[in-house]
């Protein structure tokens, strides 16, 4: 799966290997209990709210991260 800022969290929290990444690259970051309220949303949209801790340089990280896999 190819990952942009257009996938949904969704895609991200049912994808073992994506989480395993996520979990190096932004650690922590998804571990909050109240994500599935969120994850129809896109990568982009989660990471506009500054509660997810997620700047749009830690989304390129992720991404690009997720995309060598």
């Known amino acids: ?7 949904k969290l969704e ?9 395993e ?10 571990d909050n209990p109240l994500i599935g309220m969120v994850k129809h ?3 982009e949209k989660v990471a506009s709210y500054p509660q997810a801790g997620l700047d749009k340089e830690d989304l390129d990280k992720l991404i ?6």
Not at 1 to 7: D, H, I, N, P, R
Not at 21 to 30: E, H
Not at 64 to 69: E, G, K, M, W
């Open 1 to 7: 799966m190819t990952y942009t800022k257009e996938s």
């Open 11 to 19: 895609d991200l929290l049912n994808d073992p290997a994506g989480m």
């Open 21 to 30: 990444v996520a979990a190096k690259v932004i650690p922590g970051r998804l």
């Open 41 to 43: 949303m896109t990568l």
């Open 64 to 69: 690009t991260a997720l995309n060598a896999q």
